[in-house]
């Protein structure tokens, strides 16, 4: 039982490092996991045969429910809002802020946040430092780019 424990454990091992890999960006935890496994596969059928093919059949079972973790893992990283004629990307959601009044959170230099109403934007003003608490108007839009214009009074 002593030496099957290292097969084992080498085998939730490299199932880790894969589930690791689908969080993490790059590839490098996800093949040293598939050679953990496939090292603890073949240790395992040298021990007994019935030791091997439970780990095949659990790294079996395993693949569906990575590939169903990975799919929702992506459509989050993604981040896109799907709609009936299709998807509206980060940029979308900045069109309708156009004209609206907000308050510098931070210095704009020119690059910055500021709120509108009860949404935190980053924002770039159109070249010219902003301090923070000064009104601010927003003139364009352009893609995930908030360009915006102090208000002087």
Known sequence: MGNELWIVALFALGLSLIVAEIFLVGVV?????????????????????????TLVAIAAASVPVLAIVWVKVINRVLAMKFTQTGYTGAQMQYKDLVGQEGVALTSLRPAGMARFGEKKVDVVSEGEVVDPDSRVRVIEVKGNRVVVRAIRS
Do not use: H, R
């Not at 496994?37 to 021990?47: A, N, R, T």
């Open 29 to 53: 935890l996800g093949l040293i996991g598939l050679v953990c496994m496939l090292v603890s596969i073949y240790f395992g059928f040298e021990k007994s045969a019935g030791l091997g093919v």
